[in-house]
């Protein structure tokens, strides 16, 4: 069965590289900002490289916030991937305060690396706290490689923490809740590890759309 995601094309992240890194996970894939050729697709991917408000500001601007919002009630899985992750958040602390998708519960606050180098740039093992569709094959630890100033400020026992990782202090690195999931990390820099997980949410996907039919 063949899955096709939509890559969220709203400006900003790596949309070349993480489109080749699907395609390597066995997505076909749409990179569009397109609203009807998003609602032809089996899953969301949400990239993002930047600052919070700024990409919060061209999902706004572009309809894309909705139909977002509008695809994950519906159901369909959806991926947020660093920036993309903490959009998927209530709101963020990061140079003011700024509201998010509100897909997930909580907010985007500094990273507290206890003294240690901003922002946090390589790699970093995840551990996972509790069982997920995104980490199924994956090994205990798994190493990601990160880069960001600013994590998800919620509990690490919540059930929606995922996968945590440790710089100066621990901090949720994957997240998920029903069919909307998130990573901190950059998955289509993460080598081997990275396409599996991606190859995951793919499966996730593959369920759904079964399911569906």
Known sequence: MTVTLGLVDYGMGNRRSMEKSLERAGATVVLTGDHDALRATDGLVVPGVGA????????????????????????????????????????????GAHEGLGLLPGEVVPLDT????????????????????????????????????????IPLDSEIALGISDYGSEFASVVGRGNVFGTQFHPEKSSRDGIALLANFVRVCTSVEATAA
Request: proline fraction near 8%.
């Open 114 to 153: 206890r003294g240690l180098k901003v922002p946090h740039i390589g790699w970093n093992n995840v551990r996972w706290s509790q069982p997920s569709a995104l980490s199924e094959g994956l090994p205990d630890p798994a190493p990601f490689y990160h880069v960001h100033s600013f994590v998800p400020g």
């Open 52 to 95: 919070f408000a700024r990409a919060m500001e061209a999902l706004d601007a572009t309809g894309l916030t909705e139909l977002i919002r509008e695809r994950a009630d519906e159901g369909v899985p959806v991926l947020g991937a660093c920036l993309g992750m903490q959009l998927l958040f209530e709101r963020s602390a990061e140079f």
